[in-house]
């Protein structure tokens, strides 16, 4: 018989995980694989406003690294339902999911958008529900922006840096992948593409449509092949 202490203490423990992260903590079961969730808008180095749902990059961090240090942790699943945000720290993000040597799954639930695309495909593997989208588009900003050369070199060298990491986690080639970018008959008053489940996949940039039971079972072999 469980104690009415135990049960309170275990709910003050899942509202104060809650109010922190966003999402309540898993209950506690031994489990060799992370779940990591990355959703709303991704926060960096300057604070979203109080009524936008975030995820702070300096939250999933010491997460990846834990999960890197843990013996007993054998893989990571990545789910996505993000509209990007800040640049430089989901492409960070991107990069230290990139490179940890442990087998990667992704998943992208509802929408992997702008700076979401790289954190999509940062995993060993990507899946996409059908219904998901993802918008490809050049870098943004908001507010005041110098009109001098080095601000127009600095966001081409940024637009780069995102390109050249797609092109190196995924199988899209430069071509379409500028071609999905720049085109102007889809988004108005803007520039880019939206890519809805398939046409993510066809495109190249994701590798297969699944849902969570196809993404855990294909994470559960790259295991069983890194152990054998």
């Known amino acids: 018989m469980v104690s009415k202490e135990t049960v309170s203490d275990n709910s003050n423990e899942v509202l104060d995980n809650v109010k922190e992260l966003g999402t309540p903590k898993a209950p506690s079961f031994e489990n060799d694989i992370q779940f990591i969730s990355i959703i709303g808008e991704i926060e960096g180095h300057n604070i979203s406003a109080s009524d936008k749902k975030t995820t702070k990059y300096e939250h999933i961090i010491p997460m990846l690294i834990a999960a890197m240090q843990d013996p007993k942790i054998e893989g990571i699943f990545i789910i996505l339902n993000t509209v990007g945000g800040d640049v430089e720290a989901g492409l960070a993000l991107a990069e230290m999911i990139n490179s940890i040597d442990k ?10 958008h702008s700076i979401g695309v790289p954190l999509a495909t940062a995993s060993d593997y990507s899946f996409i529900v059908p219904s998901a989208a993802m918008t ?83 994470l559960n072999t790259l295991i069983h092949m890194k152990n054998s």
């Open 103 to 112: 087998p990667k799954v992704s998943l992208v639930l509802g929408g992997g």
């Open 136 to 218: 490809i588009h050049p870098i943004r900003t908001t507010g005041l922006v110098i009109g001098v050369p080095q601000t127009f070199r600095y966001f081409e060298k940024m637009q780069k840096r995102i390109i050249n990491f797609i092109l190196r986690t995924s199988k899209i080639n430069k071509h379409t992948l500028r071609e999905l970018m720049y085109s102007t008959d889809e988004l108005a008053n803007d520039v880019g593409t939206i890519l809805i489940g398939k046409e993510a996949v066809d495109s190249g940039l994701i590798d297969e449509v699944g849902g969570f039971s196809q993404a855990l079972n294909k």
